[in-house]
């Protein structure tokens, strides 16, 4: 049983190589029966707890200087540099002098040493006062422990020897100029409880001593989460681990170490301890079921091929999904579409021969070496060239062209081919052409090269239902091998489904529970052989992967021709040129401003001349008779609206040679004037 000594104290002496360690708390600070709110995480320690120690994560250095008692705070990723500070006291034994010597880092070789008196081994004497640096601790054939030193002597002249580490006289540290960073101060149990000055002596001059600040990672006994809180806390605690080595802790994995199990391990009962919060990866019906607290049937483990597909882009949502290579369904190929030669170019390194047709016209650009395409015209990828015209380098695509010809005299059609260069710029629309219908299964089709068209058109009978049998379309990209945990519920155990490892984080602890099915053996199980996985998924795997395809090429940069290019005219845009009809028009404008006297009015007219001006004669106005009209007016009864129609009609006819006689008059006396 160890000394009770301060939380802090016992973290910062701990080296982590021991861990797990098993503490028991004795005493301390407690509020409202010692629950501490930590990060939204509650832990409650009370006087006689058990925790069982298995993780440090360090979060801060608190560092204090020894001179004024001043401290300060510094960051567990900070980038300077400590040299240690010899300790003064004198040592007994090199197994003394030597424990010294900071574990954990690589400081052999840097650790020196050095004896008050002389010392004689063997043969050999050291001279006192003479610096002894540690190369290493080696095991002589009698068992016995010797450290092996270096001498270094006159004209720079070493030697090495042998001490035994129980060799008696009075030894003290010698300075030494090598730096420390603080991670590695941190990893290191002796160097932690060491002095050290900052190679940095304008920010910190004094001798420092570092108390840091972890994140201990804990397991309570009667408790199945993992615990989690700073090593700050005011408890005392005691080292207990010898004593309760065989105490049963409930030990929480991950999936990545339940994956690392034996097989013998499985098949097993285990407990849900923390779900995948916030999945943004999968989408299928088992993600519900692993939350907090739910039990599994852990079947086994084991390593699968995997085929990423995809449903192509169209009114509906695209979807994505991994397919086991235990799917069964039956599929046939389909015709791949392309937009680009460069789309050729590249299904053609993957499968030689391809031959597609020409789904739509192409016009020929003579400047870009674009030929001309017709529809239905049958292309052979035959292989690719780079063609330099100039200074530009433009990568072309060979393909044979074959075209069907109708003979008038022959019944039999003719076929004219011809070889055909397609710069890989070149937009376009083509079809595969395929020439088998046989139905697949999708171990065949892995050995084939990808990406794949296909439509599943028979179901794979184990599945209830197939989410792959009514889709359209649905592109076979790649494949890869998945380390997978075999998984069912305790209602279903023979329906089970293929947990992805490298996907999910989450937490189990196996639990001893029997398993739902009769001792007389295991059921047969049926795989989930199809998991519909979201866009982030199918993202974050290409990322994984570093799989970056390099862009289609590029169209050449085009000359501008000087014949097209109008010449810019120096007038404003806006303005009228000068010259022209619209200008002289608005230069006569006077705008206020007169340039020539208003000629005078012209002379009234004489008398005599009256009659010379006398207005137009007025046309009569042409009468309309009752039987020119389309329908006949009812003669035998005069209703009202007859009568108003007819009065009406008769003042408008008044108005009418009232509005006449105005304006003559009125043309007179104009005429008059």
């Not at 104290?9 to 021991?18: A, G, H, N, P």
């Not at 004689?120 to 006192?128: D, G, I, K, Q």
């Amino acid at each position: 049983m160890g000394d009770l000594q301060c939380l802090q104290d016992f973290i910062r002496c701990l080296d982590e190589q021991s861990l797990p360690r098993i503490l028991q708390i004795c005493s301390g600070v407690y509020f409202q029966g010692s629950v501490y709110e930590l990060s939204g995480s509650e832990v409650c320690l009370s006087t006689g707890d058990l925790v069982k120690v298995i993780g440090l994560n360090a979060l801060s250095v608190f560092c204090e200087e020894i001179a004024t008692g001043n401290s300060f705070e510094l960051s567990a990723e900070y980038s300077g540099q400590f040299t240690l500070i010899a300790e003064d006291l004198p040592y007994n034994t090199i197994e003394e002098i030597v424990g010294l010597c900071p574990i954990g880092v690589d400081a052999c070789g840097s650790f020196s040493f050095k004896s008050r008196n002389k010392l004689n081994v063997e043969n050999f004497t050291v001279p006192a006062e003479e610096p002894l640096t540690l190369l290493l601790i080696e095991v002589a054939e009698d068992g016995t422990r010797q450290a092996r030193c270096q001498l270094t002597g006159q004209n720079m002249v070493s030697a090495e020897i042998l001490l035994p580490l129980s060799l008696k006289g009075e030894f003290y540290e010698c300075e030494c100029d090598r730096g420390y960073s603080l991670q590695e101060i941190m990893t290191s149990a002796r160097l932690k409880t060491r002095r050290f000055r900052s190679t940095n002596v304008k920010t910190i001059g004094g001798p420092i001593i570092f108390s840091p600040v972890y994140e201990i990672k804990a397991i309570m006994h009667m408790r199945k989460d993992i615990v989690k809180f700073p090593s700050t806390l005011e408890v005392d605690v005691q080292d207990v681990t010898e004593q309760f080595e065989d105490l049963v802790f409930v030990t929480p994995l991950s999936i990545a170490e339940v994956a690392s199990q034996p097989q013998e391990s499985f098949p097993t009962m285990a407990e849900i301890l923390e779900g995948p919060g916030g999945n943004t990866f999968f989408k299928c019906n088992w993600i519900q079921e692993l939350y907090k607290g739910n039990h599994l049937v852990l079947h086994g483990l084991g390593h699968t091929q995997m085929v990423l597909a995809s449903t192509p882009k169209g009114r509906k949502e695209k979807k994505y999904f991994l397919i086991s290579q235990g799917y069964s369904g039956r599929m046939r190929r389909k015709a791949r579409e392309f937009v680009s030669v460069y789309e050729l170019y590249m299904a053609s390194c993957q499968c030689p021969g391809l031959k597609v047709s020409v789904t739509r016209h192409c016009e020929a650009v003579e400047e870009e070496g674009i030929p001309a395409l017709s529809v239905g015209e049958q292309l052979e990828v035959l292989d690719r060239t780079v063609h330099s015209p100039g200074t530009q380098s433009i990568q072309n695509l060979i393909c044979k062209r074959t075209t069907e010809v109708d003979d008038e005299d022959d019944e039999d059609e003719e076929e004219d081919s011809e070889e055909l260069s397609l710069p890989l710029f070149m937009a376009g629309h083509f079809m595969e052409k395929l020439t088998d219908n046989k139905k697949y299964n999708l171990k065949d089709l892995i050995n084939k090269s990808l990406p794949l068209d296909i439509k599943v058109v028979t179901r794979d009978k184990e599945l209830e239902p197939d989410p792959l049998v009514g889709l359209t379309s649905l592109k076979l990209e790649e494949t890869f091998i998945e380390t997978v945990v075999l998984i069912g519920l305790p209602n279903k155990p023979d329906r089970c489904f293929e947990l992805p490892v490298r996907w999910l984080q989450m937490s189990l602890c196996f639990t001893s529970e029997p398993l739902p099915w009769p001792d007389n053996g295991t059921p047969k199980l049926y795989v989930e052989t199809v998991t519909e996985v979201t866009e982030n998924f199918y993202h974050e795997y290409h990322k994984a992967t570093d799989k970056v395809e390099e862009p289609p090429p590029r169209p050449p940069k085009r000359k501008p021709s000087t014949a097209s290019v109008p010449k810019k005219s120096k007038s404003k845009p806006g303005l009228p040129k000068k010259g022209s009809k619209v200008t002289e028009q608005l230069e006569n404008l006077s705008l206020g401003k007169a340039k020539v006297r208003r000629p005078p009015a012209p002379p009234l007219p004489d008398d005599d001349d009256d009659n010379s001006m006398e207005p137009p004669p007025i046309l009569p106005r042409k009468s309309v008779s009752i039987s020119e009209s389309i329908t006949q007016p009812n003669t035998y009864v005069r209703g009202p609206i007859m009568a108003n129609s007819a009065r009406r009609t008769s003042d408008s006819d008044h108005d009418y040679e009232t509005v006449e006689e105005t304006f003559k008059n009125t043309h007179d006396s104009i005429m008059h004037y």
